[in-house]
C-alpha cells in the first residue's frame, strides 16, 4: 500500500515539474520586448487617436447599463449569423464604420507587420475590427478581462501558425486609454507576424 502511495506521489511530483518546466519554456521575454515597443502607444500612435478614442467613449455611452441577457442576445445573434456563413448585419455595420476604417489603413500601412486589429469598448463587445470574429462579446475571453477587468498593461498570447499564409502570430491586447485623465475606456487587440515585427 506505501508503494502505491509513493508511486501515485512521485507521479504527480513529475507531472507538476513537467507542466512548470512546459510553462518556462513557452515564456519568450525577448519576444514580449519586442511586441511590447511594437505595440506602444509610441510605434502605434492611432492608439491615442482622438478619433479612435472618441468611437469607444461614444459605445461606452450607447451601451452605458446594458444587460447581460441583453449582449448575450446579440452575442448569440452574431455567432449565428458567422457560423451559417451568410449575411451578418451587425459585422456589416461595425466594418462599415469610419474608426474601422481607420484601423484598416492601420494595417494597410504596417507594411504586414500587423495582420489585424480589434477594438473593444468597456464591456467587450466589438468598436471596430478589419476582419470577421466568431462572436460579438470579448468580455468573456482573457485578451479583454486580463486588460480591462485585470492589471495587465499588456496580454499576449503564444505565437502560432496562421493556417492560410503560414505565418507565425501573436495576439497583442493593450488598454485604450482616455488621455484626458488616463482610466481605461476599451481594449485594442493587435494580431502581429512576429517575423517582421524587427523588420
Avoid at 502605434?44 to 451601451?63: G, I, R, T
Wanted: proline share 4%; hydrophobic share 45%.
Amino acid at each position: 500500500m506505501t508503494q502505491i502511495k509513493d508511486w501515485i506521489v512521485g507521479c504527480a511530483i513529475s507531472l507538476l515539474c513537467a507542466g512548470t518546466a512546459s510553462m518556462a519554456s513557452a515564456a519568450d521575454p525577448a519576444l514580449e520586448g519586442t511586441v511590447r515597443k511594437a505595440v506602444s502607444q509610441q510605434s502605434q500612435p492611432w492608439l491615442s487617436d482622438p478619433a479612435v478614442v472618441a468611437a469607444v467613449k461614444a459605445q461606452n455611452a450607447k451601451h452605458a447599463g446594458i444587460a447581460q441577457s441583453k449582449i448575450d442576445e446579440m452575442d448569440n445573434q452574431w455567432k449565428a449569423a458567422a457560423k451559417a456563413g451568410g449575411a451578418n448585419p451587425a459585422f456589416d455595420a461595425i466594418a462599415a464604420t469610419a474608426v474601422s476604417k481607420q484601423l484598416k489603413q492601420v494595417v494597410d500601412g504596417s507594411g504586414g507587420r500587423i495582420v489585424e486589429i480589434l477594438l473593444m469598448d468597456d464591456h467587450g463587445l466589438n468598436v471596430g475590427q478589419t476582419a470577421g470574429t466568431s462572436d460579438f462579446w470579448q468580455g468573456d475571453e482573457p485578451k479583454w478581462q486580463k486588460v480591462f477587468t485585470g492589471t495587465a498593461d499588456l496580454y499576449m498570447t503564444d505565437p502560432e501558425k496562421d493556417d492560410k499564409s503560414g505565418a507565425m502570430l501573436t495576439e497583442a491586447s493593450v488598454p485604450v486609454l482616455d488621455p484626458a485623465g488616463k482610466q481605461k475606456i476599451g481594449v485594442a487587440m493587435i494580431v502581429l507576424d512576429t517575423a517582421k515585427l524587427g523588420q
